[in-house]
T-cell receptor
Framework: DAKTTQPNSMESNEEEPVHLPCNHS???????IHWYRQLPSQGPEYVIH???SNVNNRMASLAIAEDRKSSTLILHRATLRDAAVYYC???????????FGKGTSLLVTP | NAGVTQTPKFQVLKTGQSMTLQCAQD?????MSWYRQDPGMGLRLIHY???????DQGEVPNGYNVSRSTTEDFPLRLLSAAPSQTSVYFC?????????????FGDGTRLSIL
């Protein structure tokens, strides 16, 4: 599995954009980059995934570096409900497990 | 849709007892898995199944058994509970084994072994 590096924690003000970085310098060419988040006392929740191109969905945007060694999850307007641990997970094409690591704990303040 | 349903939500056991954690999904997903999450840690894979009748071990399988007799259900059995198995257990499902498919998680079972 590709190794990932994420900040332990980040803080944002409500209604401001948040950029959550992830380094995955050992990623292979066929690994998708998945992002999940885990709200307090809940199971992980899928956020977004991509391979090479930037991706958008109703929850967030994913910006993938041209060399694919890093990616950034973008929350366009943080809300209090976005306070969670965010996991960046490069995923092998044939792998079954998600290697969650410790993720980034996002604090959103009013 | 209910998604992935786990029962019970909470359980306290004594050392040596056995129990089964239930997991059901109503999305007709082929792939199901069990993870455990210890305090301050990420999730670790216990067992997984790529379809009815097929199971395999993950990263931390010792002390746990699984079976997959139907597409919908994937129970996790603790054979003889130990304090080291105190954890939060999450069940997940995915439509297929392809890596571009998102996983759907249940809300977890919080298990304490005394």
């Amino acid at each position: 599995d590709a190794k990932t590096t994420q900040p332990n924690s980040m803080e944002s003000n409500e209604e401001e954009p948040v950029h959550l970085p992830c380094n995955h310098s050992t990623i292979s060419g066929t690994d998708y980059i998945h992002w999940y988040r885990q709200l307090p006392s809940q199971g992980p929740e899928y956020v977004i995934h991509g391979l090479t191109s930037n991706v958008n969905n109703r929850m967030a945007s994913l910006a993938i570096a041209e060399d694919r060694k890093s990616s950034t999850l973008i929350l366009h307007r943080a809300t209090l409900r976005d306070a969670a641990v965010y996991y960046c997970i490069p995923r092998e094409n044939s792998g079954y497990a998600l290697n969650f690591g410790k993720g980034t704990s996002l604090l959103v303040t009013p | 849709n209910a998604g992935v349903t786990q029962t019970p939500k909470f359980q306290v056991l004594k050392t040596g007892q056995s129990m089964t954690l239930q997991c059901a999904q109503d999305m007709n997903h082929e792939y199901m898995s069990w993870y455990r999450q210890d305090p301050g840690m990420g999730l670790r894979l216990i067992h997984y199944s790529v379809g009815a009748g097929i199971t395999d071990q993950g990263e931390v399988p010792n002390g746990y058994n699984v079976s997959r007799s139907t597409t919908e259900d994937f129970p996790l059995r603790l054979l003889s509970a130990a304090p080291s198995q105190t954890s939060v257990y999450f069940c997940a499902s995915r439509k297929t084994g392809r890596s571009n498919q998102p996983q759907h998680f249940g809300d977890g079972t919080r298990l304490s072994i005394l």
